[in-house]
């Protein structure tokens, strides 16, 4: 069996043990995203994200540009536990 063989068949597991009310949910907040049209503009593996500034961790701000300077940078989002 192949890993997205394997990956799907535990997504299709983990979909069984939600209660139908949040399946719905998740289905309808994935359809209204998808009509958006936000998907196709969103940024693609490889591209370059417009500059941003953000605090760190410790309040500081720190700008995107500021960090990309130093080399290669990676960004991560969490969306935490839902």
Known sequence: MSLNDELERMREA???RW???KRAILYRVRDEISASGLIERALKQGDRAPD???PD?????VRLREVRAHG???I???RGHW
Do not use: I
Request: with cysteine; glycine share 10%.
């Open 14 to 16: 983990s979909w069984g």
């Open 52 to 54: 941003f500034e953000l």
């Open 19 to 21: 209660p139908a009310e």
């Open 72 to 74: 290669p940078v990676v």
């Open 57 to 61: 961790v410790s309040g500081q701000c």
């Open 76 to 78: 991560s989002f969490y």
